[in-house]
């Protein structure tokens, strides 16, 4: 080793002992005389004094050549500092050196290296290597491994086996695009990179694995939205002769040994709500529930009052805004302007103050008495003090503005504290979702998907109707997992694929395997998977997943730093008897 | 749970439950009056008793129409077993069943869910969840679930971080071939999938990780040889401020843990050979050191004897083979046959027998007398009772084929055992190796490796003669790792890039980041990277890789389970801006 000691290991129990440390220099101080260096790694820091006097002097003058970012070794001796710094597990010593080598010279760096940084995104994309230097974003690729680690060992004790399913599959053009690989051996033919390695799963507990799992990568070739991967990690799980209730405790159980392993969070049991109570509830299927704000139906008790705003409109639904009657007028016009934006798109707010007074100042005060708007302070849960907003409109559309005012208010007011947490179990969801625009059904949740036993005469009378036994597991408002009990009968399957608007032909190009597998003695199953790049950046008191993924992909799909994707050579594109068009001449 | 226990979990103390498994019907036996019925799931097998008497009359008519792979549930009391079963966990008790349910019935399995099956090897590769649900091949995977966890538990208490590297990254057209990934967004370019995450770690020690580790699928498209798969994983490891022997005494000490916990065999110190030894005294860089037979030259006591074969040529070696003088004439041809078939491609043999009684007897007793032969007795290590193989020729040749016949003796005599180990590591490879056909030099182990100090002279003057700092990890013949310290000096990539034929141009475009990252305080550092199939194969007492691969593709890359790869649609194509294209028509 070119060291005796890291960075952070020594302290006043080393005093006098000579040591050898290397690592890169955060900061050089020269008085002239006196040079202290700062010599990092990714353990700690330690401060290195080079002495006109007590250092030798070819090593003295070396040291005032020294720069940021050097990669260097020293050879000295521990000694005590006169003035310690209680915050580095380092600060109590410094080493006297007597002997120094550069082991690499740096150019200056493009950026500082410090926890906060003059870099830009961009920048420091492209350089992402030193960023990665900085101790936060190390720090938060560490908690991650930490993270993965006490879930692999979980997992492992519940007696789950982590069976690797291949990355060169199969394309299935139902849902989202795949990625493909040409294969240069099957001249014409492609494989396609696994958006998750579902079938997998499925087949494994076919073949009697009983519980399974992997942390694995998945593709999915999207339209990049801000802070989403082509490439993203998932928590994969699958079990056998299991019901719903066996999997959202198994999950359950795991996310509590997490929150309390890494962040020492005790969690009690997960609140559960019915898809259909949490659009009610929240306006929204992945609730923020840490801070309150719950929906309060206001139809029986603002409609048919004489206010044309609301008679006419399919729901009037408001929130309560805590302490928020001492917003000023300029504030609460703000909101108002916020929610008209395009992307809320909503057409106004109505307010009421809840003054601590017990009297109320509305908008609406022409319309409703102080009777009537207790009756919604208390259908909202509003208390003196607090302000109440209230939307008018088509019931899913005013909900999913309301949800977005709530989840704003929350931001800006502070509510939605990274080091808080609240975990929701969202069910029920319905099976299918009618597609306006292709005219077809899609899977809510996957083809796979079981409907509820009691709906399943719904499939043929009326299926949009019927509901799933899938689940969603909600944390701080992030959809962290979802999963379902899949179906095991052959028929069922085949009915699904036909509902979806599969011809027997595509069914069985596509998933004859899994039809097949079918046949042979497969087991009632479910499972779930979780996505571990949101998880571990929650968990991380974020929500940006990018802080937490060591290279990722800016928002057009491109690693910056290495210049991919990348034109192929023509030779390698003949060898793969491909040809690439410009999109003009289709 | 659709069970009270699993189908290994019951003994006589549970006498007289009520207890509900489920499970695949392994076995039926009627005797009429009473049926048994072995119950299967991953965790061992439970007997059932349906009794005409004893069971509800229609439990009891039901049981009789079971078959093999049935799904069933069952409810039913614990009862002692008369003739127990000590082998079995459950094999002491039996369960009376009271009711039961077909969770799903299966039609009749295209081979025998056994121990040994009836199925031959495409047939079971076809449904390979069949295959997986015996329990070899199921326990095969267990085992690999045991060995990862044991792996990523040693490296993480070691400081070792686990990094995802990504998988969509550039294609680098040297070395092997790249399987490539079109991009939609970004019409006319490709990603590739990583052959190995080498860059990347290489970048996490310049970031400062320090130590890192990942268990990654890596993929190679490369025209198949028997076992190899196109998609396989690797241990992959990296360490900052090493020099080599702090990477093999760290991976030492990780596979002498394994064989621990794993296997419960302890395995002392790995021998160390060079590169040069191993050719010299076993013909083949990976040796199997478990069953002797090293190689003696014989050139100075078998040349210039007037045995005209000897002299002419560059090489004469032999190896002992232990107990051999008692082989008659007919195995001895036979041995002499084989070297002569093409994949050896050795002209012939010259055998000595070692008799007990001190005597020789050898195919060349007339140019050479005991006191010579004593002397190759004694260079070769054959005591009395051995034979002697001999071979002479050009010197790779002639050491390449007696490995290959060393092997097969060692295989056919049993001496190659599945249960006992031993690692040995190979040092000092030559950094570069000449392509005759390409006329250029290839880097032996990769770009990034660093030539010895003290041979960096050589680059310049004759570089075929420089060694590198590069390792490979033997065990039980088999190469299961390799790694090397890397270069961390940019003007020594760059001599590398330049003596491996890389333009200017070329480095920067492919390599471009790397060559940025080496000024910016790039640390020493170097690694190690295992083949994790063939690790988990060799501890399970196999060389066959895809045994321990839950869906391995065939000799031709296909997976004949879900038939990739596939055509893809024309749409898919089109919006990839691609035209696959007749091989013909280039």
Not at 282 to 301: T, V
Request: aromatic fraction near 10%; charge should be negative; include cysteine.
């Amino acid at each position: 080793m070119l060291r005796t000691h890291h960075c952070g290991a020594l302290n006043e129990k080393h005093s006098n002992e000579e040591v050898t440390l290397s690592g890169w220099v955060q900061k050089v101080r020269n008085k002239g005389f006196i040079v202290w260096v700062d010599i990092r790694d990714r353990y700690g820091v330690t401060q290195l004094v080079f002495d006109e006097e007590r250092s030798p002097e070819w090593v003295f003058k070396k040291s005032l050549e020294l720069g940021r970012e050097d990669v260097i070794q020293i050879r000295g001796k521990v000694i005590e500092r006169e003035s310690k710094n209680p915050k580095m597990s380092s600060g109590g010593i410094e080493i006297l050196v007597g002997d120094l080598k550069v082991l690499n010279a740096a150019k200056t760096p493009p950026f500082t290296i410090e926890n906060e940084t003059d870099g830009g995104d961009e920048l420091r994309m492209q350089y992402r290597y030193l960023d990665l230097r900085r101790s936060p974003v190390r720090e938060n690729l560490i908690f991650r491994h930490k993270v993965t680690m006490a879930v692999r060992n979980f997992l492992s004790q519940a007696d789950f086996i982590d069976v690797e399913t291949p990355y060169l599959i199969k394309s299935t053009p139902e849902g989202a695009r795949d990625f493909v690989v040409p294969s240069r051996m099957n001249s014409g033919q492609f494989y396609a990179l696994p958006q998750s390695p579902q079938t997998f799963k499925q087949l494994l507990m076919i073949a009697g694995f009983d519980k399974y799992f992997q942390i694995v990568k998945c593709f999915r070739d999207e339209d990049l939205r801000a802070d989403r991967q082509p490439e993203f990690t998932q928590i994969d799980c699958e079990m056998t002769f299991v019901e719903q209730e066996d999997i959202l405790f198994q999950f359950e159980a795991m996310i509590q040994h997490l929150l309390k392993k890494i962040k020492g969070v005790e969690l009690g049991a997960f609140p559960r709500m019915t898809f259909t109570e949490a659009i009610q509830q929240y306006g929204n299927d992945k609730p923020d529930i840490r801070f309150g704000m719950a929906f309060g139906e206001l139809n029986e008790l603002a409609q048919n009052k004489g206010f044309n705003v609301f008679d006419s409109q399919e729901l009037v639904v408001g929130i309560a805004v805590p302490g928020g009657a001492s917003m000023s007028r300029k504030e609460i016009d703000a909101w108002i302007d916020l929610v008209k934006q395009p992307q809320i798109g909503a057409t106004g707010l109505v307010w009421v103050k809840c003054n601590e007074d017990g009297s109320y100042k509305s908008t609406v005060d022409k319309f409703f008495g102080a009777d009537d708007l207790t009756q919604w302070a208390e259908a909202t849960g509003a208390r003196a003090g607090d302000l109440i907003f209230v939307m008018a409109g088509a019931a899913h559309a005013t909900r999913k503005q309301l949800s977005a005012l709530r989840m704003e208010i929350a931001e800006q007011m502070g509510l939605r504290k990274a080091d808080e947490f609240a975990a929701v179990w969202v069910t029920d969801f319905p099976l299918l979702e009618w597609d306006e625009d292709n005219q077809r059904y899609h899977a809510m949740h996957h083809p796979f998907t079981a409907p509820k036993k009691e709906d399943m005469g719904l499939l043929d009378s009326d299926p949009v109707k019927a509901k799933a036994n899938a689940y969603d597991l909600v944390l701080n408002g992030n959809e962290i997992g979802g999963g379902s009990i899949r179906i095991h009968d052959k028929s069922l399957q085949e009915k699904m694929f036909n509902l979806l608007g599969f011809s027997e032909q595509e069914a069985k190009d596509q998933f004859g395997f899994l039809m097949d597998a079918l046949q042979f003695g497969a087991p009632p199953h479910g499972g779930i998977a979780l996505g571990l790049d949101r998880l571990v950046a929650i968990l991380g008191g974020s929500e940006i997943i990018r802080d937490f993924i060591a290279f990722p992909k800016n928002n057009g799909g491109r690693d910056v730093m290495i210049d991919a994707p990348a034109a192929l050579t023509l030779e390698q594109l003949e060898e793969l008897s491909l040809k690439t068009l410009n999109k003009k001449t289709f």
